[in-house]
């Protein structure tokens, strides 16, 4: 409560006595207010790619949160824990991104205090606001209210909505037009004028893994004798426990791997995921490799690239690998409807288990209190899709992810 009265107060300070106080010429710079979740922050590449390309000359900033993710990979790091960065920016740095701006909204007088001065101090020209379109609009007025707050005085482009968010996904979902979060980012980029002279839209991922990382990843190959295995990485740890399928079911998915020699399974994820990483390694130590919280992420993305198949929950680590070109095998919650969350690649590749109270929109912990709907899903599914996806021929793979993406991509003409 006393965090909540804190807040009004200082949203009040900043939007009645401070608003529109910085009348200078706007500079040449752009802002970019999105999550700092890696997965979120993989699924707006395509939207920060058409940024850049319509505006080549500007200096693009992210301005984000420290989320859970973030602060547990710095807090093992060797900076101070006070200095919180993107880990995985360096993938998009500075080709897509040239900085980026991390704010702590535990600590709403640090806003006012540091994060201020720092925006009115670049003054930026435009605003893009990308945010998945099932915000809420008190959700997406908080966001606006906030960007006011900490100084942006120009046109905020991603805040309008073509009709109320709430009948739009179900009438969406019930006409097969889904909206994906990355088509949602991409629609909100579309607001500019600029970018909405486009006349072809593309979609890509332009990810720069660095050569360091592209070094580590082949020696870890060549230490293991990997170049003549098939290697299957692993990621079964998640930010948010409703998320998480059992370890019980991700043991079975190993144990049928390890049936046929010629499988090496890699284990991912963040640090705090290395005791289930542990789990795993027992079953066979030679065979199965524990690198969760073992390397930076521009090196998993170096790892995924090698590997054949990614199979893990819905998170970072499967847009990861999604964006170097890995198959993955999603395992999704009900948390949201159908094809709008899963790897854009990847989409068909998905295993969801259906139950009554999906999707449920809640991303802090299960509603219900059950979790069924990641509880209930069948082991004998997942196995089923590994070996579908693992026996699609590269021509088969490609026409099959060719054609789901132009399927998500129709929301973008209208045809929804």
Not at 161 to 170: A, E, H, I, N, W
Request: with cysteine; hydrophobic share 40%.
């Amino acid at each position: 409560m006393k965090r909540y009265v804190l807040w009004c107060y200082y949203l009040v300070k900043a939007t009645v006595l401070e608003f529109g106080k910085n009348h200078s010429t706007p500079h040449n710079n752009i802002i970019v207010f999105g999550s700092s979740l890696l997965g979120d922050f993989i699924m707006s590449l395509p939207a920060l790619k058409l940024i850049r390309k319509c505006y080549p000359s500007y200096r693009i900033i992210l301005l984000t949160r420290a989320s859970p993710s973030m602060q547990q990979l710095n807090s093992d790091s060797n900076q101070e824990k006070s200095a919180l960065t993107i880990p995985w920016l360096e993938l998009a740095q500075p080709h897509l991104v040239d900085d980026a701006i991390v704010m702590e909204y535990s600590h709403p007088s640090s806003l006012l205090r540091d994060i201020r001065p720092l925006i009115q101090q670049l003054n930026p020209k435009y605003c893009f606001l990308l945010t998945f379109q099932a915000v809420s609009i008190f959700g997406l007025w908080k966001k606006i209210v906030l960007l006011k707050f900490l100084g942006v005085s120009c046109s905020v482009w991603g805040a309008r909505r073509r009709r109320p968010l709430l009948s739009m996904k179900q009438s969406q979902y019930n006409e097969g037009f889904y909206r994906h979060h990355v088509v949602g980012r991409v629609r909100s980029v579309l607001q500019s004028p600029i970018v909405a002279e486009l006349k072809n839209i593309d979609f890509e991922f332009d990810l720069k893994i660095p050569l360091s990382a592209l070094a580590v990843a082949t020696n870890l190959w060549n230490q293991h004798g990997f170049n003549t295995k098939t290697v299957i990485a692993i990621a079964p740890g998640s930010i948010k426990e409703h998320k998480q399928w059992p370890i019980e079911n991700f043991q079975k998915v190993c144990e049928y791997l390890l049936t046929k020699e010629q499988h090496q399974i890699l284990v991912i994820g963040m640090p705090g995921h290395h005791f289930l990483g542990e789990e795993l390694t027992k079953m066979s130590p030679e065979r199965v490799l524990n690198l969760a919280g073992a390397h930076s992420i521009s090196v998993i993305a170096a790892i995924l690239q090698r590997c054949a198949l990614l199979i893990g929950n819905d998170g970072g680590a499967i847009h990861l690998g999604d964006s170097v070109g890995c198959r993955v095998v999603s395992i999704v919650s009900g948390i949201e409807y159908p094809f709008s969350v899963e790897p854009w690649h990847n989409v068909h590749h998905a295993v969801r288990h259906q139950v009554q109270c999906a999707p449920c929109y809640d991303f802090r912990k299960c509603p219900k209190s059950h979790n069924r709907c990641m509880k209930d899903l069948p082991v004998n599914e997942v196995l089923r899709k590994i070996d579908q996806v693992m026996n699609l021929s590269e021509t088969d793979y490609t026409e099959l992810s060719l054609s789901q993406q132009q399927i998500l991509k129709k929301t973008l003409s209208g045809e929804s």
